[in-house]
């Protein structure tokens, strides 16, 4: 004991007491997670961050009926109310200059798990992640999401967003009863087929408030994984046969923006029903971080690093081919390690969709479009991830008017007023040459896009605004998506 | 130079550490994100005092303190801490270093310190000096800590070559 004390006194063992404590801290450091969302100084900012604005007031839900005051209460009084869950959209779709934004995060609790006809009532607050927590033990599964588990159901219903797999549609069509607060206030119990629902969903938050909805699940099925490697002409032909094989469940693909392989190489990944159903699987959390990203930003150094990166890729691709994943781990992929913090410059997603028999033409003319090597431009491409989208019959502003895949894409860029400007006429370019092959854009990020190209793409915006002003007649529901699109 | 540094500079130092400490405890919660970082990298901080402090007791009575040296290297903490233009995923591992150090020269200057015949009268002038500053302070409007970091860090690198 007498030597432990003295030994504790000598300054090598302090030494190394700071060397080990502080290795071990160094190590747990989390990777950092920008900062953005609603602000007690008044300001709101969403995931770019390129849209701050001034708010008057942020009121955190609690309830139907404390919401239903607030509506009514907007409404009498000509206010604007914006939506808002974890604020993952890009376009500052959840707020609106001096208006109240609803902070949707505390209504997140799960109200009914129904295990006989496989559904699951939840608060419009709530994670997709918090389902899979609930219904995991149950071995059941979401029929649609997104390939990560972070966004809340309300926002993402209100996007409609969508996912890997290829055999159940939309999102939006896996919702089979809704708890609306309309613009007046009223609490209304929609179900499915009904017009309001249908505006609702993918109504970008303009109709009202998404208290709960009920949805439909299916069975944790467990999954084989199965890579390929090829060139982007072959795509179409694999793509059809994937889908033509029924065993295919989810499907999604890579195309190469690295220098020397542009646009020409893919790696796709089926995920095959195996037949076994899981109820025991723990769901997994974010793993080896540190190193994914790591490999992401040597990625992003764009250049040799860049072809670096994508043969590593390619070769963990390879690595688990043959690996099973149930259905549930399947949709909840990491995403910490995408965090990008460099001060003066943004990472942000833009999504194309393309009619599933022009990919090949489109890449083409893609090629022609971007800069293969963009290591000493402003405007970079990091990430292109192809998934499929069956045609949508349900939503008002379909981004999928026939069967399509959509190119979900990576960007980084400077902010600085021509940097911006750099990056609008890019990405302005890049949709006038999808809108060429009778594609569309994704509607939930930073718009770059003009209105002409928004109307372009999305024909039906005048049905939407006028929809809009029959339901919403004194505007109570608004935000920056709202007045950039739609507001005369 | 032995003489300033024995009679005023150590009660500049205590003094002005404490003055200083809400606006550096501000910039490290800004920085650890976490209160689990935040409180690791106390003990970290508190770990290299004590590998400080028993650096200085263990040296011979007869050998250089380098006292000017720890008055300049708290300085430059300081001075990095206000000034730091890092990535901010950067930041939390530049917090890690600047705790080791801090702590490590806190440690090495309070067991110099307690060894000078005029400890005890500075114990009394650094109780009422801090008081009487930080009532001033709170009459201070500021939007960042940095300013007051790189003030106090200037000052305390400047007494050691005072």
Known sequence: MKTMISITKKPWFLALLVIIFASMSAWNIPIEKRKYGLSQSGLATDYTGLLPGKIEQV?????????????????????????????????GHTYYKNGTVLDMKNMNKILEINE????????????????????????LALKVTQSQ?????GGSLSVNAHGRDIRNGSMAGTVKEMTLITPAGEVKKLKRGDQLMQEVLGGYGLFGVIADVTLELTDNDVYSMHTKELQTKEYEEYFHKAVENEKVGFHYARVSVAPGSFLNEMYAIDYNVTGEKDNSTPLKGESAVRLSKFALDLGRSGGRLEDFFWESQKQFSRSFNGDTVTRNNAMRSESDFME??????VEVLQEFFVPVDSFEEYINELKNTLPSNDKH???KVHNITVRFTERDSFTHLRYAKKDMLGLVVLIQHGVNDKQMQHAENMIQKWTEATLKFGGTYYLPYYPYQ???QFRRAYPEWEAFKEQKKRVDPNEVFVNLFYNHYLKD | MEKNSQRLIPLIVTVGQVVIF?????????VSMSFTLFAWLFAVFSFSAAWGFRTYSVK???????????????????????????????????????QIGLGFLQGYFRAWHIQKPSYRVHAVHHYLLVGIIMIGLSFVKIFSPSIFLILFGVLLFISGWW
Not at chain 1, 149 to 153: E, K, L, P, Q, R
Not at chain 2, 22 to 30: F, G
Not at chain 2, 63 to 72: G, K, L, N, T
Request: charged share 20%; aromatic share 12%; proline share 6%.
């Open chain 1, 450 to 452: 003009t209105k002409d």
């Open chain 1, 340 to 345: 990008f913090t460099v001060p003066g410059r």
């Open chain 1, 59 to 91: 009121i955190p839900s609690e309830n139907i009926e404390q919401l239903q005051k607030i509506i009514k209460d907007s409404n009498k009084h000509g206010k604007h109310i914006s939506i808002a869950g974890l604020q993952h959209s890009q376009g």
């Open chain 1, 116 to 139: 006989q006809e496989k559904t699951v009532r939840v608060e419009a607050g709530a994670s997709w992640g918090d389902i899979q927590e609930s219904i995991n033990p149950y071995g």
């Open chain 1, 377 to 379: 431009e402003d405007f």
């Open chain 2, 22 to 30: 809400p606006y550096y405890i501000i910039w490290l919660k800004e």
């Open chain 1, 149 to 153: 588990s972070i966004f809340t159901v």
């Open chain 2, 60 to 98: 011979k009575p007869d050998s250089s303190a380098y006292i000017s040296a720890i008055y300049s290297g708290m300085g430059l903490v300081y001075i990095a801490a206000g000034w730091m233009v890092f990535p901010v995923e950067m930041l939390p591992y530049a917090a890690l270093l600047m």
